[in-house]
């Protein structure tokens, strides 16, 4: 074995639950057991967990199965101990002072958090108060910025796609313009990607608004030139022109008042401006619910595997990321707060404008 005096780490996953978590779990802690003889603790809840000292023991036998598993078997949540922090009633401690002194009774050498911008940027909120910290890029989104990929993406992608062309039977059958809801808030690569391997009509994203009257035009010409049916994949962040042009308070303001997810208005709008009957369907949790497929297994056993590497290494504050198909690491400063949006001149957006993808702009 190799020597490090890291010998005691902690391990949660916060946020969203996504394919691959268990996997990256199972990679670090047999990794650091069996190369630098290191002890795990995990905590259950997200940083819910880490602030009331909710512990789990992480031996072999505890994560040798979980390499397939979906969600996360430690539980997940979404509380941000820096985001207005209160007293606990019965200790009188802050979260932060709460954090210190879980380090102390279990005494932790370093603290590994699996998430997405959130738990990342608190993560490293955490790094600059002393603590010593590394991240794992984990979303179905993609969005995290200085990683070329996130675990839980391709899975995503699979189900997202499978769910497209699922909706196309009866859109066929039915000869009905189908739009089907895709998650991604702020950013679109997942739309993007599956919409593209079900080879949608239109793709709506957040970073291409749509003008209603282009879209539709784009529509009627496919339909005019014999095509009875037409596939929408519409992001659950798409916005028109008009909404592109509004502050973040006044879109936030927008967005509540609206009694249904984007897709339902999209699918009004496109039917006032053909007359041709439309429907929606949302994929929902699905797209990140499931078990990981081959590609996410493989990819969260080399982001945990590696990040044994780096702790016993003593690499704090960096996101364990993939550069270029190769681990490399990020400052989780230049991660915190940031998102990844599509590019202006993402090939990819290209590559479907080529093959007559409609992004209705």
Excluded at 69 to 88: A, D, E, H, I, M
Excluded at 174 to 200: D, F, P, T
Aim: net charge positive; with cysteine; proline share 4%.
């Amino acid at each position: 074995m190799k020597d490090t005096s890291v010998k005691t780490i902690g391990i949660l996953t916060s946020g969203g639950d996504a394919p691959g978590l268990n996997a990256a779990i199972r990679a670090l802690c047999l990794t650091g057991k069996n190369k630098y003889n290191m002890k795990f603790i995990g905590f259950h809840n997200g940083y819910q967990g880490l602030i009331d000292n909710d512990t789990i023991k992480l031996d072999s036998e505890t994560v040798q199965n979980l390499y397939n598993q979906g969600g996360t078997f430690l539980g997940t949540s979404r509380v941000k101990p820096f985001k207005n922090p209160v007293p606990n009633p019965k200790t009188g401690l802050l979260p932060v002072e709460a954090i210190k002194e879980t380090f102390k009774k279990n005494k932790l050498d370093a603290l590994v958090c699996l998430g997405g911008n959130g738990t990342n940027t608190t993560a490293s909120l955490l790094f600059d108060a002393g603590f010593n910290v590394i991240g794992l890029p984990k979303t179905i989104d993609n969005d995290i910025l200085g990683t070329d990929e996130t675990f839980g993406f391709q899975s995503a992608i699979e189900v997202a796609t499978a769910g497209l062309e699922s909706i196309r039977t009866t859109a066929r059958s039915h000869s009905r313009i189908m739009v089907v809801e895709i998650m991604g808030h702020k950013v679109g690569w997942l739309g993007l990607y599956s919409g593209i391997a079900a080879n949608a009509d239109v793709i709506l994203l957040p970073e291409i608004p749509y003008n209603i009257k282009k879209l539709s035009a784009s529509i009627k010409k496919k339909l005019s030139n014999g095509q009875n049916y037409l596939i929408v994949a519409c992001s659950e962040g798409a916005l028109n022109e008009d909404e592109a042009k509004l502050s973040k308070k006044e879109f936030k303001k927008a967005r509540e008042a609206m009694t249904q997810s984007v897709a339902y208005r999209v699918a009004k709008e496109i039917e006032a401006e053909t007359g041709y009957e439309t429907r929606t369907s949302v994929l929902g949790y699905t797209q990140r619910g499931g078990n990981p497929n081959p590609y996410d297994i493989l990819l969260a056993t080399k982001i945990g595997n590696a990040a044994a590497d780096y702790l016993a290494q003593k690499k704090f504050g960096n996101l364990i990321a993939i550069k270029d198909g190769k681990i490399a690491t990020t400052p989780l400063s230049a991660v915190a707060g940031q998102i990844k949006p599509i590019s202006k001149d993402e090939p990819m957006v290209q590559a479907a404008r080529d093959l007559g993808i409609c992004f209705g702009d």
